[in-house]
T-cell receptor
């Protein structure tokens, strides 16, 4: 089956710093989403981005489907950005099920 | 518009007990999903329902059953709980199976002693 690999696994930043999280996938995908799981366990939708570039405030994402990777950019990080960031892909249009990566754990220090 | 709701938020069971996790969505979505998340891992699919009246197994269906009661509601049942089913359970929905964004509920934290 498809492999979804995220890097780095852990990241510690000082407040105000920028960062880039990467998601590599081993096969063609129909859909790609980025999520933020906050310290209370809630999964928050960040981007639905099967291809191209999107921006939402301090966050932006780029997916290059032909090269099988996606990047999540966080600029001017804040302590509220702490948590786990997941990339998830859909391979089969029959099921629509999401295949999740292992996540990147981000800690932003004040 | 509440999105995807789940009950209960927390539950503790003894081995062998049964329970049903409830999920409802008010977005008129066709497809609904149940995932579990174990410590340090991403989510894995248990069961899904592509549309009202249909259900199918995901990656880790053993020990679970589901019911798509109507378009809004999708329940997950543990008939005889085991410690290996200690996990956080998430319900999700999307308008149709593919090419659309999936939305998640707040999760149910289940502990089986």
């Amino acid at each position: 089956g498809i492999q979804v690999e995220q890097s780095p696994p852990d990241l510690i930043l000082q407040e105000g710093a920028n960062s880039t999280l990467r998601c590599n996938f081993s096969d063609s995908v129909n859909n790609l989403q980025w999520f933020h799981q906050n310290p209370w366990g809630q999964l928050i939708n960040l981007f639905y981005i099967p291809s191209g570039t999107k921006q939402n405030g301090r966050l932006s994402a780029t997916t290059v489907a032909t090269e099988r990777y996606s990047l999540l950019y966080i600029s001017s990080s804040q302590t509220t950005d702490s948590g786990v960031y997941f990339c998830a892909v859909v391979v089969s249009s029959n099921t629509g099920k999401l295949i999740f990566g292992q996540g990147t754990t981000l800690q932003v220090k004040p | 518009n509440a999105g995807v709701t789940q009950t209960p938020k927390f539950q503790v069971l003894k081995t062998g007990q049964s329970m049903t996790l409830q999920c409802a969505q008010d977005m008129n979505h066709n497809s609904m999903y149940w995932y579990r998340q174990d410590p340090g891992m991403g989510l894995r699919l248990i069961y899904y329902s592509a549309s009202e009246g249909t259900t199918d197994k995901g990656e880790v269906p053993n020990g679970y059953n589901v019911s798509r009661l109507n378009k809004r509601e999708f329940s997950l049942r543990l008939e005889s709980a085991a410690p290996s089913q200690t996990s956080v359970y998430f319900c999700a929905s999307n308008p149709r199976r593919s090419y659309n964004e999936q939305f998640f509920g707040p999760g149910t934290r289940l502990t089986v002693l």
